[in-house]
């Protein structure tokens, strides 16, 4: 009040405003309230079905997906990730992961996964994979899954053969079509049936628990001596069907990286029953906001201490 105007001064570290003995300090920055445009993805339909959302840091949103509803809290962004690699010479430095995003996905019975995401594909192993990590408590640390990127740095082919392998009639179609070179031949149409149930089933499973889920429940079903030879045979009817589901993404026959890509993809879909999100949420644009985090001390003993340390000196 004792002001006729505003004062404006540019505070940074180490150098405060000062005035009437009130000393204003930057003690810390955070997000301001980031306001982010994502695309999510459905991990267990129609790859179709995708929806773009917009949300700010701080705030959340009520999603709907497969007749539950969630509740989505975007909690924190940041720019820059400076992580530790090893370089070719295997000697550590630095590298610049790009943006990423923390968010909360909350079910109705208010139960929170925590999950971060990187906007930008991060290179593992000469390929590029889209990383997002998760945890069901901040006392965890992040386990991360890993999507392939096609050659066009996309989404698109994974959840495509994603979607494809969730779609019984299509499934049913391939399996009936492709599917049973692996096996005996049917005698009759009611074998032939109860094959492609078989078939249909074994896929299921992998899409709902992986390999682990597969051997969990041989370990209920399948004598102890009999479940390496019958894993194995699971293995290779599965691997078959994957493998005719993937080439009805191509006119033709895939190329080899084409099907570099697929190996990386199955073994992303082997680790998605870990990952217990519906949806997986891609970042596509964001305007950066910061905040800064201000402290105002007052030391009316500033002069005597500094005349104390005279006299000493």
């Given at each position: 009040p004792d002001l006729s105007a505003p004062l404006e001064k540019t505070i940074s570290v180490n150098h405060p405003l000062i005035h009437k003995g009130l000393?204003?300090?930057?003690?810390?920055?955070?997000?301001?309230?980031?306001?982010?445009q994502f695309k999510t993805w459905p991990?267990?339909?129609?790859?179709?079905?995708n929806i773009d959302l917009d949300l700010a840091v701080f705030k959340e949103k009520t999603l709907s997906l497969q007749g539950r509803n969630y509740q989505l809290e975007l909690d924190d962004f940041r720019l820059f990730n400076i992580n530790p690699v090893l370089d070719e010479q295997g000697e550590?430095?630095?590298k610049n992961f790009g943006p990423n995003f923390t968010v909360r996905l909350r079910n109705s019975a208010g139960q929170a996964l925590e999950y971060q995401t990187y906007m930008a594909p991060l290179e593992?192993?000469?390929?590029?994979?889209f990383t997002s990590g998760m945890r069901t408590s901040p006392s965890e640390s992040f386990q991360f899954l890993h999507i392939p990127a096609d050659e066009d740095v996309s989404l698109k082919r994974f959840m495509a053969f994603l979607s494809l392998l969730h779609d019984a009639e299509k499934m049913t179609q391939i399996i009936t079509r492709n599917?049973?070179?692996?096996?005996?031949n049917a005698d009759s149409p009611e074998q032939a049936?109860?094959?492609t149930k078989s078939m249909l089933l074994l896929l299921q499973q992998f899409l709902q628990g992986g390999y682990e889920g597969i051997i969990q429940d041989m370990?209920?079903?399948?004598?102890?001596?009999?479940?390496?030879?019958?894993f194995n045979a699971y293995l290779k009817v599965l691997r078959s069907v994957l493998g005719e589901a993937y080439r009805e993404l191509f006119a033709e026959e895939p190329t080899a990286e084409q099907w570099a890509f697929y190996s990386a993809a199955v073994e992303a879909i082997n680790t998605l029953p870990f990952y217990q999100s519906p949806i997986f949420i891609q970042l596509k644009n964001f305007k950066h906001i910061q905040a800064s985090g201000l402290q105002i001390t007052k030391s009316p003993g500033t002069f005597w201490v500094y005349l104390g340390s005279a006299m000493l000196v």
């Amino acid at each position: 009040p004792d002001l006729s105007a505003p004062l404006e001064k540019t505070i940074s570290v180490n150098h405060p405003l000062i005035h009437k003995g009130l000393a204003i300090y930057q003690a810390s920055f955070q997000d301001g309230g980031s306001e982010l445009q994502f695309k999510t993805w459905p991990l267990r339909g129609n790859a179709k079905d995708n929806i773009d959302l917009d949300l700010a840091v701080f705030k959340e949103k009520t999603l709907s997906l497969q007749g539950r509803n969630y509740q989505l809290e975007l909690d924190d962004f940041r720019l820059f990730n400076i992580n530790p690699v090893l370089d070719e010479q295997g000697e550590q430095g630095f590298k610049n992961f790009g943006p990423n995003f923390t968010v909360r996905l909350r079910n109705s019975a208010g139960q929170a996964l925590e999950y971060q995401t990187y906007m930008a594909p991060l290179e593992f192993e000469g390929r590029m994979y889209f990383t997002s990590g998760m945890r069901t408590s901040p006392s965890e640390s992040f386990q991360f899954l890993h999507i392939p990127a096609d050659e066009d740095v996309s989404l698109k082919r994974f959840m495509a053969f994603l979607s494809l392998l969730h779609d019984a009639e299509k499934m049913t179609q391939i399996i009936t079509r492709n599917g049973k070179a692996d096996l005996p031949n049917a005698d009759s149409p009611e074998q032939a049936e109860q094959l492609t149930k078989s078939m249909l089933l074994l896929l299921q499973q992998f899409l709902q628990g992986g390999y682990e889920g597969i051997i969990q429940d041989m370990q209920q079903n399948v004598p102890e001596a009999r479940r390496e030879e019958i894993f194995n045979a699971y293995l290779k009817v599965l691997r078959s069907v994957l493998g005719e589901a993937y080439r009805e993404l191509f006119a033709e026959e895939p190329t080899a990286e084409q099907w570099a890509f697929y190996s990386a993809a199955v073994e992303a879909i082997n680790t998605l029953p870990f990952y217990q999100s519906p949806i997986f949420i891609q970042l596509k644009n964001f305007k950066h906001i910061q905040a800064s985090g201000l402290q105002i001390t007052k030391s009316p003993g500033t002069f005597w201490v500094y005349l104390g340390s005279a006299m000493l000196v």
